[in-house]
């Protein structure tokens, strides 16, 4: 199994708190989203997005169904799950997400997936500024990513899911398992299918990694974007089945099937959502 990741201290916090604050001074930085100059912060979310476009990927996300993740009205009913996932199998106890998949939030995860650091860094950074209280209390000891096809990791520089559960990890304090799960069967990208074809697409197509064995950890699963959670759903029986316990996922994004025009970073994705 994977090692837990170092994470570096600092000796003075106040004073990292202040360097970063003069250097935001001096070099003041870009949107991660609209790439205009953004007004110098010491939030961590608030430095990667200028204020109008952190707004935007934030101003709908006050309630959320705590089954799926998606972002319900206040007098929504979700004590069965909501409207939008009621009546959908999901094996995971909890699912945190910034918000429902659709524009300005899709255009900036769609770019993220594409190998966006900037944009992979602001949205967990977001995701966190959310939803991190949650997760501290729910105490995961381990965070692992949706993994992709062994293909796919040869052919790209950078994996996006393996960033976000990194940067999770650290915030976490969690132990960090990037290879406890892998994809040996390629299949069909799940966005060009209807939920009946992604659940036998994916059917089965996930393992635990070589030599994986759980103790009853409970596990955070962290992938880019749930959708009919089929994805999630065959991740977790294959992370149970080699003995682990409750698993909750971390998204950035919460696929609801609502119609949008779709943006050209969307369609040219080469990582689909769940």
Not at 25 to 32: D, G, I, K, S, T
Not at 171 to 182: D, G
Not at 233 to 257: H, K, M, T, Y
């Amino acid at each position: 199994m994977d090692q837990t990741p170092q994470h570096p201290k600092l000796t003075n916090p106040r004073l990292h708190g202040w360097s970063r604050t003069l250097r935001d001074w001096l070099f003041p930085p870009a949107c991660a989203l609209c790439h205009q100059e953004s007004e110098p912060s010491t939030s961590h979310a608030g430095g990667s997005f200028c204020h109008d476009c952190r707004q935007q990927l934030h101003a709908a996300s006050a309630w959320y169904c705590p089954r799926c993740g998606a972002v319900v009205g206040p007098y929504s009913a979700t004590s069965e799950g909501c409207i939008h996932c009621r009546h959908d199998r999901l094996d995971m106890q909890h699912v945190w997400s910034i918000g429902n998949y659709e524009p300005p939030l899709s255009h900036a995860i769609s770019r993220a997936k594409q190998g966006d650091l900037a944009l992979i860094q602001g949205l967990t950074e977001l995701l966190w500024e959310i939803h991190g209280p949650a997760m501290i209390a729910w105490q995961p000891d381990l965070v692992i990513p949706v993994p992709v096809q062994w293909i796919d990791r040869l052919t790209r520089s950078r994996i996006p899911t393996d960033e976000l559960a990194l940067l999770i990890s650290q915030r976490l304090r969690a132990r960090l398992l990037l290879r406890a799960l892998r994809k040996p069967r390629r299949t069909i990208p799940q966005h060009q299918l209807s939920g009946k074809e992604r659940r036998k697409n994916i059917r089965l197509a996930h393992r635990a990694g070589w030599r994986t064995r759980f103790t009853s950890q409970r596990v955070l699963l962290v992938d880019d974007v749930l959708t009919t959670g089929s994805t999630a759903n065959d991740c977790i029986r294959a992370l149970q089945a080699s003995g682990s316990g409750p698993v909750a996922v971390a998204v950035w994004g919460r696929g609801i099937g609502q119609q949008h025009t779709p943006h050209p970073q969307d369609e040219a994705s080469s990582i689909p959502p769940i």
